[in-house]
């Protein structure tokens, strides 16, 4: 288990704008998802895709995902022929996913070639976007539809369009409901969904530790000043620290389920949880 295994931040640049995808990869994002869909108007989704494939011929300094168009949309075979094949993608963002059909057709038609250049690498990992009521309703069903599947979380501003929900406490359902669903798939904790305004600092830091208490881990972002405040709100505090490491050496002295001295009872579970805390606290050296 390293730190590599959970990132925390993943920052979106518009496909149509190469420079901005440009200094986003060098703004510190774990991730940058490039985006063909909602950043992109109409009549620049050829020269988005085009550009997008032009930079993905080599490997990025970064992972990079790419958010393809609509699933039911005219630019998703394209986007999908485009991308593939190359040694810069990381992985597809599928958006608006409302059934197991949806991933499954992906799959099936991102699948690598014999003799492609991800032939190496195999399966192109899919990440599907929870955006409507019916989507969240199917959470479980999407997350283990396919194997290529390796995380999925909500689109929150689309979301909350569907449901006509006015306060965000209305969504904190559906944020259980998908970090449900990907930990019975054993897929990662899900990332939060954005927060839309660039400048409310306090507020962004305030939503990720609410998402943090409901199991969320990591947070997409719109802009690199969100950055250190989703990864300061997601890394573990020196208490938080010395709790795990306090754990994990009771563990490694007696593996099995047991009370420390304080009388909290620890057991696998328990002992899982710290080890993936100490992984995170290695980001902080």
Not at 36 to 48: C, F, G, S, T
Request: hydrophobic share 45%.
């Amino acid at each position: 288990m390293t730190a590599e295994s959970f990132p925390l931040t993943w920052l979106y640049a518009p496909g149509d704008r190469p420079e901005v995808v440009g200094k986003a990869l060098a703004c510190g994002a774990d991730v940058v998802l490039i985006d063909l869909e909602d950043a992109v108007p109409p009549d620049r989704k050829d020269y988005a895709r085009a550009a997008t494939a032009e930079r993905l011929t080599q490997r990025q300094p970064v992972p990079v995902h790419v958010r393809v168009n609509a699933l039911d949309g005219p630019w998703l075979e394209a986007d999908l022929k485009a991308l593939t094949a190359l040694p810069g993608l990381s992985g597809l963002r599928l958006p608006k996913v409302t059934s197991p059909a949806d991933v499954v057709r992906v799959a099936e038609r991102a699948a690598p070639t014999e003799g492609g250049a991800r032939a190496e690498g195999g399966a192109i990992p899919l990440h599907a976007l929870l955006e409507t009521a019916l989507g969240v309703e199917q959470a479980f069903a999407i997350a283990s539809a396919h194997p290529d599947v390796r995380g999925v979380s909500l689109g929150e501003t689309d979301l909350r369009a569907d449901l006509g929900v006015r306060e965000d406490a209305g969504l904190d359902w559906s944020r259980a409901r998908v970090v449900v669903a990907a930990r019975a798939a054993r897929l990662p904790p899900p990332t939060q969904s954005i927060h839309p305004d660039i400048r409310d600092l306090e507020g962004l830091a305030a939503s990720c530790a609410r998402g943090r208490a409901l199991g969320f881990l990591g947070r997409a972002a719109i802009h690199p000043r969100q950055l250190p405040v989703i990864e300061r709100a997601y890394l573990p505090t020196p208490q938080e620290i010395a709790t795990a490491e306090e754990i994990v050496k009771a563990a490694a002295r007696d593996p099995g389920a047991q009370a420390l001295p304080d009388g909290r009872f620890i057991d696998t579970a328990v002992v899982t949880g710290a080890q993936r805390t100490l992984a995170l606290a290695r980001r902080l050296n």
